[in-house]
């Protein structure tokens, strides 16, 4: 399960990660322009911005190895799974909406999209990024663990597409049951 969670999380981050991204250029930027304010206030002052900085440009890495990781994950696994994984995770299409689109059942949908998580986890890890890896490096990324934690507490709330449905019959007053799957 947290497999499948680091896997969707680390997907639905990549539409953010050029944001921040910026976010640190400017940052490092803004420390760099407003540098020679630090001059009159002594060394302390200089080598604890030089620590900044190289702090932000580390945290640049880390997230630019998240982006990296996205791009070669598609490029490698199959094309089925690539397509399923960025219309679901970088297109934000629901799962009825993808059903549709291909012409197939939610349960078709939704088995080929486990299928291509896990596919996608399996590169993952064969790079380095398995689930103990990710939470270890990327801890203090608080925005990359939001993400996860709203998927995680996602799953303890029943899925509308999961629940079952009672319809009334036409010939009688008795209710048949299927499930939205």
């Known amino acids: 399960m947290k497999e499948q969670l680091w896997t969707q999380t680390i997907f639905d981050s990549y539409n953010n990660i050029n944001t921040i991204l910026r976010t640190i250029d400017k940052k490092v930027l803004s420390l760099s322009v407003n540098s020679y304010k630090t001059t009159n206030y002594g ?3 200089t080598l604890e911005l030089m620590e900044t900085v190289i702090d ?8 630019l190895k998240l982006k990296q990781l996205v791009e070669d994950t598609l490029r ?32 078709v949908t939704r088995r080929a999209l486990h299928r291509a998580i896990n596919e996608a986890y399996d590169y993952f890890c064969k790079d380095g990024f398995c689930a103990y890896n990710i939470e270890r490096d990327y801890n203090t990324e608080k ?39």
């Open 43 to 45: 060394q302390d002052c």
């Open 143 to 181: 925005w990359l663990v939001g993400i996860y934690e709203k998927k995680y507490d996602a799953l303890k709330k029943p899925n509308v597409d999961d629940k079952i449905r009672f319809m009334p019959q036409k010939s009688n007053s008795s209710f048949s049951v299927y499930f939205a799957l």
């Open 76 to 107: 490698n696994v199959s094309y089925n799974s690539a397509k399923l994984l960025v219309r679901r995770f970088l297109d934000k299409l629901s799962l009825s909406d993808i059903a549709n689109e291909q012409g197939k059942s939610m349960g």
């Open 56 to 63: 932000l440009i580390e945290r640049k890495k880390k997230i």
